[in-house]
Nanobody
């Protein structure tokens, strides 16, 4: 059974940093790409960052240069380091596994972790 659990969100001031974690189980982790998405109130879910099986990284234009995605294939965990946070980054952040970028997600979308950027 695929399980994906996000953590690490919180309230942070503009310009601050957070590191999100996504722990995965129930599938062969190193054979899947992993993606971080976010959904703000009233908005559609959008891709933030994706890391392939071979560690190729793709970022949304809005976060490139500020966010870094990484993965640990021993701990079956993917991380999102978020620096220079802006109020527009406020959203629920979710992750999921994908055979390749753009393919259907492997697991169900969970609750995610809330990130709030505010002074």
């Amino acid at each position: 059974q695929v399980q994906i659990v996000e953590s690490g969100g919180g309230l942070v001031q503009p310009g601050g940093s957070l590191r999100l974690s996504c722990a995965a189980s129930g599938f062969i982790f190193n054979t899947y790409g992993m993606g971080w998405y976010r959904q703000a109130p009233g908005a559609q879910r959008e891709m933030v960052a994706f890391i392939s099986r071979s560690n190729s990284e793709v970022y949304a234009d809005s976060v490139r240069g500020r966010f870094t995605i990484s993965r640990d294939n021993v701990q079956n965990t993917v991380y999102l380091q978020m620096n220079s946070l802006k109020p527009d980054d406020t959203a629920v952040y979710l992750c999921n596994a994908f055979k390749w970028m753009g393919s259907p997600p492997l697991g169900s979308w969970g609750q995610g972790t809330q990130v709030t950027v505010s002074s």
